[in-house]
């Protein structure tokens, strides 16, 4: 169980904000931290890794104390047992690819683990390749493995996925689901998109404007009843004419016929798509 | 004849050597500090840039002279006298160029993306390891460029040596100081050959960093 009672002044783009943030995170869930540019996901992120204090509180891991304003207990980054991965990968540009894990691996440890993730994530053809020459998704992926060679419990990333394409999106979302199932983590991620969120994470923290508005379940959050039991894409409206919609999901775009219900959708409006909606034909 | 050749690489070796020790832990330090006094030390180490070197010459002459403070404790405790000798020379050198080796490795350091740093932190890594395993590393060029202008700089000294070295023929007579005396003494010949071997040279360092790496020169040394 990952504790977190923390308050901080934030100074934003829109001016000072008051983070405000206490949530209970269960050992080994997939927990997303999602809401508008500037309600402090990044912040609280980076208050759980160490990378920024927090002005008051505690947080704690799994009974550990990683943080605590009135004992004045502030573990720094090298001792919290986490993996991090940034928006901008911060790969190390003067290493290669193997480098750059060898670089995590602690002394004495195994070297066989090193190549073992890179297979997980399908660069063990890449590992002499520098950085600079993969794609962002292959830089993303390496990122990925680099911040599990330490086998942290805790895994925090940064939008990961955020200055990916569709296809190099969904492959990551899938490499991440099997890494957080295989090495038993608790995975903490920061994403504004729904899809993504509604198909990785078992959980949700909303934040807005500094404080959590909602601890839910995707499936509450987003109001998407039931959807356990039948087929459910999320997505976003890409294009609107008079009678048709189209929605981008999970990588593809799906046509929808205007009905009354869809008068109100403009380009950009979160939809869910239910299975229960759509025809089916046999294919010859 | 090429003795003050010989003394005036051997001081912008030993000069540069020296700055490395000094310099990039002052450029790494400036680089993470966000103290108020930041700028007091920025401008402090700019200064040499600005002065003419005869004014700090005069202010280090002060201060090497055995009959008073610095110099008189030097002189008490350890013999070493710094005035009008090679270790002085160093010594101003190395205040005189300081601006050249900490300015590039300030701005390169400052220059790369914090997630780095950050991220070695992540994994376990020391602020000492991130430091020399991956900051050092990502700034080659500021590193090279801050190594040719310091060498460079110090070749060309001419106030600063005149006034706490001299001139005494194998011990503080640079090529510069030669080029002046040989002219004074109508040797015209002499002070081609010193003039020309510092020309060349001066011209083929600043080639070389143009080459290499225009864009930290243009942003720092200009400035």
């Known amino acids: 169980m990952i504790s977190i009672n923390i308050h901080k002044q934030l100074h934003m783009a829109q001016g000072k904000s008051m983070l405000n943030v206490n949530v209970q995170i269960a050992s080994k869930s997939f927990t997303a931290i999602y809401g508008p540019s500037g309600a402090g996901k990044t912040s609280l992120l980076r208050m759980i890794a160490g990378l920024m204090p927090p002005e008051g509180g505690c947080i704690e891991v799994e009974d550990v104390t990683w943080f605590n304003s009135v004992k004045e207990i502030s573990l720094p980054p090298q001792n919290r047992d986490i993996g991090f991965v940034f928006q901008d990968n911060a790969l190390f540009p003067n290493m290669t690819v193997e480098e750059n894990l060898l670089y995590a691996l602690p002394k004495n440890a195994d070297r066989s683990k090193v190549y073992k993730l890179l297979k997980m994530v399908g660069l063990d053809n890449l590992v002499r390749q520098r950085p600079e020459l993969l794609s962002g998704g292959q830089k993303q992926r390496v990122a990925l493995a680099r911040a599990l060679v330490r086998q942290p419990k805790v895994l925090l990333l940064d939008e990961p996925l955020s200055a990916l394409d569709d296809i190099n999106r969904v492959s990551l979302q899938s490499y991440l689901q099997q890494l957080h199932d295989e090495f038993g983590l608790t995975t903490i991620m920061v994403s504004h998109n729904v899809s993504e969120i509604f198909k990785l994470a078992d959980n949700v923290i909303h934040l807005d404007n500094g404080l959590v508005k909602q601890n839910e379940t995707p499936a509450r959050l987003f109001n998407i009843p039931d959807a356990q039991h039948e087929l459910t894409l999320i997505g976003e409206v890409v294009q609107v004419n008079h009678t048709e919609i189209f929605i981008l999901a999970d990588g593809n775009v799906i046509k929808v016929k205007q009905t009354l219900q869809t008068a109100d959708l403009s380009i950009g409006s979160k939809v869910s798509i239910h299975a229960a909606d759509l025809s089916l034909k046999k294919l010859s | ?223």
């Open chain 2, 1 to 223: 004849m090429y003795q003050p050749l010989w003394l005036t690489f051997k001081l912008a070796l030993v000069t540069t050597v020296c700055l490395v020790v000094i310099g990039i832990p002052i450029a790494a330090g400036l680089a993470r500090s966000k103290s108020k006094l930041k700028s007091v030390a920025e401008a402090v180490i700019s200064l040499p840039l600005v002065l003419p070197p005869s004014v700090l010459g005069f202010y280090l002459l002060l201060a090497f002279s055995p009959q008073n403070g610095f110099g008189k404790m030097l002189n008490d405790a350890f013999s070493l006298r710094l005035i009008f000798s090679f270790t002085g020379l160093v010594l101003g050198s190395v205040i005189y160029s300081l601006p050249f080796m900490v300015h590039p490795v300030q701005a390169g350091l400052e220059a790369l993306p914090s997630s780095l740093k950050e991220a070695s932190q992540t994994l376990g890594k020391s602020n000492l390891t991130t430091f020399f395993k991956v900051l050092l590393p990502n700034i080659k060029p500021a590193i090279l460029t801050g190594l040719i202008l310091s060498f460079a700089h110090t070749l060309g000294e001419f106030g600063l040596v005149l006034m706490i070295g001299g001139n005494i023929p194998g011990v503080t007579r640079v090529a510069s100081i030669a080029v002046y005396d040989e002219v004074e003494a109508l040797n015209f010949s002499t002070a081609h050959v010193y003039a020309g071997i510092l020309l060349a040279i001066s011209f083929v360092i600043l080639l070389i960093v143009y080459t290499t790496n225009r864009h930290i020169f243009k942003n720092r040394i200009t400035q």
